[in-house]
């Protein structure tokens, strides 16, 4: 088993920047990649970004590239997103995610936080 816990959410104008992050608690961190997911109201949870065990591999969805920005300390047991000029798009709910292997479908992820409030006012 897998607690996570995510911060950081909050209000912000577009262009502005937020910086989420997950603890976690339990099992090895380092055993699991992870990943931050997103929902919007009457939207599906759609993926944001993933990271590798070690941390040496990201990936991130379109609408993100070159804007987010996915880290792991696998010492403090943390990873966190730092996103940056963002929209009222990115509006929404996120969550972060632990699962045995890479993927942007949300039901590989077996262990999932409770999930933070992200608010981008035009």
């Known amino acids: 088993q897998v607690q996570l816990v995510e911060s950081g959410g909050g209000l912000v104008q577009a262009g502005g920047s937020l910086r989420l992050s997950c603890a976690a608690s339990g099992r090895t961190f380092s055993n699991y990649v992870m990943g931050w997911f997103r929902q919007a109201p009457g939207k599906e949870r759609e993926f944001v970004a993933g990271?590798?065990?070690?941390?040496?591999?990201?990936n991130y969805a379109d609408s993100v590239k070159g804007r987010f920005t996915i880290s792991r300390d696998n010492a403090k047991n943390t990873v966190s997103m730092q996103m940056n000029n963002l929209k009222p798009e990115d509006t929404a709910v996120y969550y972060c995610?632990?699962?045995?292997?890479?993927?942007?479908?949300?039901?590989?992820?077996?262990?999932w936080g409770q999930g933070t409030q992200v608010t981008v006012s035009s």
């Open positions: 990271i590798s065990r070690s941390g040496g591999g990201t």
């Open positions: 995610a632990a699962g045995s292997f890479a993927s942007s479908w949300p039901s590989s992820y077996a262990y």
